[in-house]
């Protein structure tokens, strides 16, 4: 999808939660560290600590780089007994979702199961890797014309983990705003009995009774290895941001929802204001080749975050909370999920 350039403001905008906003700034960086080789390792999330601010230890790290390799992995980790869990090569879920119990687990790292494997124009549909990043998706797809409607804001996300965690944009119209609601089969490889060799395959779709389970199963029920995607015409989106008084927030939310296709609202209660994200789809025929340059994405030096984090401690310290919460806190009104009634 390309964007407009008819921006009159730009202001940080998410997903339907209370966040407390923080930008990371390299890229480079890896979550997953070893003291030898792939063995005794740790791994973290993007912030570099879990909630409860616990370390993550691991037995080893495995990175296959096919289906083959990856069932292997989990047969024989599955013979022995061991507990196992999935990572992605990027880490941005804040809880301990990767995490094995105990120090003996295993990680199972897509890090390299990285390729797209199939682009169908007729039928579009798109057939991926789980650990092919979103931003890799929306690149692949332009080229065939083809776009996916809805998407989380960050494309430095995997595909994998997206379905994982149940990862979404914003809007009530179509199939909705999650990503899952435009996967139409998967193939996920999950623990089996002696009798399978200690490993089962499926390939699962809309007939099948676990596809909805195992579209966002937290990966608990096995780890994702391919993923068809529903794709669309490729289309232009006109972003245009309006900044209201929030006095009557509550009564405006459902008719903005309803009105654009991928509306989203800031909330900033303690300045009273809202800012409205009037956000439409508009043929590719429309004039303008903007970028949406989402402002919270944008790189930042770790010098200048670790400003903005004392000064924030500093408020705190001295009991200044309403100037604290101005700096970093938002209520984030995205049409995520919600029936229409």
């Not at 560290?33 to 993550?56: E, L, M, Q």
């Not at 169908?120 to 057939?127: K, L």
């Not at 509550?250 to 800012?275: C, L, S």
């Not at 439409?280 to 004039?287: A, G, I, L, Q, W």
Request: proline share 4%; aromatic share 8%.
């Amino acid at each position: 999808m390309a964007f407009l350039s008819s921006t009159r403001q730009v202001f940080r905008s998410s997903s339907l939660l209370l966040l407390f906003y923080f930008v990371s700034s390299s890229r480079t960086w890896d979550p997953i560290k070893c003291s030898s080789g792939n063995t005794n390792c740790t791994i973290t999330n993007f912030y570099g600590a879990f909630p409860d601010r616990s370390v993550c230890r691991v037995a080893e790290v495995v990175y296959p780089s096919t289906e083959e390799e990856l069932i292997s992995v989990v047969a024989n980790a599955t013979a022995s007994r061991r507990k196992m869990k999935v990572a992605t090569s990027t880490s941005h879920s804040v809880p301990k979702l990767v995490c094995p119990d105990g120090e003996d687990g295993l990680l199972i790292s897509t890090k390299y199961l990285n390729r797209t494997l199939k682009i169908d124009g007729e039928a579009m549909t798109m057939t991926v890797e789980s650990g092919v990043l979103l931003r890799q998706i929306i690149n692949e797809a332009t080229k065939a014309k083809l776009a996916l409607v809805s998407t989380p804001y960050w494309w430095g996300l995997t595909i994998g983990g997206i379905l994982g965690t149940g990862a979404h944009g914003s809007t009530w119209q179509g199939n909705g705003s999650a990503v899952h609601d435009f996967v139409v089969e998967l193939r996920i490889v999950s623990p089996g009995g002696p009798e399978d060799g200690h490993v089962k395959v499926r390939t699962l779709n809309d007939g099948d009774t676990d596809f909805n389970a195992a579209k966002v199963s937290l990966g608990v029920l096995g780890v994702i290895s391919q993923v068809t995607l529903k794709l669309q015409p490729l289309f232009k989106r006109s972003i245009e941001f309006k900044s209201m008084n929030d006095w009557d927030l509550g009564d405006r939310i459902a008719n903005f929802g309803r009105k654009h296709e991928f509306a989203d609202i800031t909330w900033y209660p303690n300045q009273r204001m809202a800012v409205y994200r009037i956000d439409d789809r508009v043929p590719m025929n429309t004039s303008g080749d903007g970028l949406y340059d989402f402002t919270p994405f944008r790189s930042r030096s770790s010098v200048e975050v670790a400003i903005i984090r004392t000064k924030e401690e500093l408020l705190e310290s001295t009991g200044l909370s309403r100037e604290s919460a101005s700096l970093q806190k938002q209520v984030f009104l995205n049409s995520w999920m919600v029936p229409m009634v």
